[in-house]
């Protein structure tokens, strides 16, 4: 039967895309080491994924899988213990590759936690800022490739929508793995076109090669917390 929305669920698998908690750690939590690429989830991450998992809560999914990066498997935690759910470590929903794109401008040797803390914010800010410009990651000269990003990132998720037709799946990632693979279920040439916020929520449903976008960068669950951090 030709369904080119997939409104019903068993005909499709219906994906909900996370993005991991908060893992820019403030001066009082962080560890200098030189290495920032697979930091843990900060405070304000903690409590991110603590409301995911609780929204989450009544809804029955089949099956999650997640990056192997550390925030990820945190973010993930919350959710599938409560869940009662194992989690699959999938490595090509791992963030786009950097290398030393956006080096960390800090004096290591210093031993200012506020300005380190605020160095690593500068890098993610200035990483968003140049990639959503251009759209591509290629505007970072040693990143991953752009479009051999958003392959991989196509591939391993289409193959887990593959072997859960009719299935309810949490797959916990990042925002540029969210961006890639929401650009190709719209068709758009960028890999990167949305502000992907920290634990948001993006659902899909995919059938062979029919893909439909259902909801994108939901937060509400956020909505509680972010309203007493400005307090």
Not at 15 to 25: F, K, S
Not at 57 to 70: C, T
Not at 118 to 143: M, P, Y
Not at 179 to 198: Q, S, T
Request: glycine residues 6%; charged residues 25%; negative net charge.
């Amino acid at each position: 039967m030709n369904e080119p929305f997939l409104a019903q669920h068993a005909q499709a698998a219906e994906l909900w895309l996370i993005r991991h908690g908060d893992a820019i750690p403030g001066p009082e939590e962080i560890i200098p080491s030189g290495v920032y690429d697979n930091l843990p989830l900060s405070t304000k991450g903690r409590k991110q994924v603590q409301l995911l998992a609780e929204r989450l809560q009544a809804i029955a999914f089949d099956a999650a899988y997640s990056s192997p990066l550390r925030r990820c498997q945190e973010t993930a935690a919350p959710t599938i213990e409560l869940q009662h759910l194992p989690i699959t470590i999938v490595e090509d929903v791992k963030e786009i590759y950097l290398a030393d794109a956006v080096p960390v401008e800090h004096d290591g040797g210093s031993g200012d936690l506020v300005a380190l803390s605020k160095a690593l914010t500068d890098r993610q800010i200035e990483i968003v800022r140049t990639v959503s410009n251009s759209g591509s990651w290629d505007s970072l000269r040693t990143s991953e490739p752009s479009k051999a990003f958003r392959l991989r990132v196509v591939t391993a998720i289409d193959e887990i929508a593959r072997q859960h037709i009719g299935d309810r799946v949490l797959i916990f990632a990042h925002g540029g793995v969210i961006n890639a693979y929401v650009a190709e279920v719209l068709g758009l040439e960028k890999e990167f076109f949305f502000p992907c916020a920290n634990t948001s929520i993006t659902t899909i449903r995919v059938r062979d090669t029919t893909r439909v976008l259902y909801t994108l960068n939901d937060i509400g669950h956020l909505a509680l917390f972010n309203v007493s951090e400005r307090a």
